[in-house]
């Protein structure tokens, strides 16, 4: 059963689209279930994220994460984003069903590979940031699907 906010986020998701020449594309996968996440970093000067965007392919629980995400790190700094866990991410949804765990888990990495992609063009280094990965089949191996 999925809480008010997830169904919310769903059928009403906010931050949807692309940013053209964004300052970092984060895309990630999962290839058990096929969700696919990208998301669109638009960072000034001062590393405030002044605007973000997402493209989901994926089920319901994907939308509403991803939406979610975008929420959690526009207006925020670098720093402040690569502290928004997938944890962060269901509590702020209001929970998620056990076999939909994963689709927050894509929005974390979604979020790291983005600020990965702006640190790479800027020639920086983000403190805490690690390489993320592609799919996160990686990084959960034990979840069900």
């Not at 493209?55 to 984003?81: D, I, N, P």
């Amino acid at each position: 059963m999925y809480s008010e906010k997830v169904m919310d986020h769903f059928t009403n998701p906010r931050n949807v689209g692309e940013i053209e020449n964004a300052s970092g594309i984060g895309t990630v996968g999962n290839a058990k279930c096929g969700d696919i996440m990208r998301i669109y970093l638009d960072i000034d000067e001062q590393g405030i994220i002044k605007d973000v965007k997402f493209k989901t392919f994926g089920c319901g629980a994907a939308v509403a994460t991803s939406s979610m995400a975008t929420e959690l790190v526009k207006g925020k700094t670098v720093q402040e984003a690569l502290t928004v866990t997938n944890k962060a991410v269901m509590e702020a949804l209001d929970g998620l069903p056990p076999v939909k765990v994963h689709c927050s888990l894509l929005a974390e990495e979604a979020i790291h590979a983005a600020l990965w992609d702006y640190a790479e063009k800027h020639h920086i280094v983000i403190e805490g940031l690690e390489k993320p990965v592609n799919d996160i089949a990686e990084v959960v191996k034990n979840e069900e699907y």
